[in-house]
């Protein structure tokens, strides 16, 4: 699997370099996410790892808190906080902070992100992921651009754990009050399942997945004396500093280990950290 991931991150690069619209050998990178994608500067975390090897690849976000997927193209922002926005449904006429962003650059990568919750319940992945990865692709100016989906990882929430939502909420069609998830009764299982819904998401839009949820769980389950977590489901700057290396090593090819930069992680912890993302 590893090499197989690899090879496809290959391709996405010698695209990017040979067939890039952009000007001069820039690879434009853009991750549409929500507070998962962003807490402790991920994003710019990643920039100054690449700044060490690989300073043409630009790393650029859209990412709101609580902002699902599918509410990227369908929800106007009308106030903000650091930590929650208020929004409305987008009318007619109108274009989402996400859209403009998109329309900016012929992007090379887009990395895809969503809660871990909202893959877990088959009729939302089905009604409300798949359609929003879908309409993304749409309107995404390069026809060669690449899409990586963020695989996320389990809440700290106490088991057994079983989320749902009302039927309503994702479909009209839908015939039964709610839609859940299954009933997870423990860690391993909740991890293989959260898995198994990204890997049917990427299979079915033609999507790159990343690791980060088999990451988190072997820093769990091995070393927790690191933290990953700053509350129940967002990542702490370990685990931040984890995703960044993840996608350092898929964005590049190289191993985060060889990288110097640990930001404000102590160097063990760093050289840990980014040893996990190379394996």
């Known amino acids: 699997m590893k090499n197989t991931v690899l090879i496809l991150i290959t391709s996405i690069l010698l695209s990017c370099k040979s067939q890039s619209k ?9 991750f549409i996410g929500n507070s998962l994608t962003y807490f ?3 994003p710019q975390t ?7 090897t690989n300073p043409n690849i630009k790393i650029e976000q859209s990412t709101f808190p609580g ?4 509410g990227h193209l369908s929800e106007i922002i009308t106030s903000r906080t650091e930590n929650e926005i208020s929004t409305r449904n987008k009318k007619e006429s109108e ?8 329309a900016e650059k012929k992007w090379d990568i887009i990395v895809l992100q969503t809660g871990s919750v909202s893959v877990l319940i088959p009729e939302n992945r089905e009604f409300k992921i798949n359609k929003a990865i879908s309409d993304i692709k749409k309107i995404v100016a390069n026809p060669r651009c690449k899409f990586i989906l963020f695989n996320t990882w389990p809440s700290k929430d106490r ?3 079983e989320y749902c939502y009302p039927a309503i909420l994702i479909d009209k069609s839908i015939e039964k009050s ?3 998830s299954p009933i997870m009764e423990n860690l391993r299982q909740e991890v293989n399942v959260i898995n198994k819904s990204y890997e049917t998401l990427a299979k079915d839009n033609n999507l790159v997945k990343s690791s980060n949820g088999t990451k988190f769980f072997e820093v769990i389950t091995k070393y927790p004396e690191i933290e990953l977590y700053d509350d129940d489901s967002h990542p702490s700057k370990y685990g931040s500093f984890l995703n960044a290396c993840i996608f350092y090593q898929m964005l590049t090819g190289k191993k985060a280990s060889e990288l110097t930069f640990n930001g404000e992680i102590e160097p063990e912890k760093a050289k840990l950290l980014k040893y996990i993302a190379d394996k």
């Not at 952009?22 to 853009?30: A, F, P, R």
């Not at 902002?67 to 599918?70: D, I």
């Not at 274009?95 to 998109?102: M, P």
């Open 22 to 30: 952009n000007t001069g050998n820039e690879i434009y990178v853009l």
């Open 67 to 70: 902002m699902p997927l599918n």
């Open 95 to 102: 274009k989402t902070e996400t859209e403009k962003k998109i």
């Open 40 to 42: 402790h500067n991920m």
């Open 159 to 161: 088991y057994p754990k």
């Open 46 to 52: 990643l920039q100054e790892m690449i700044n060490e």
């Open 178 to 180: 709610k839609c859940c």
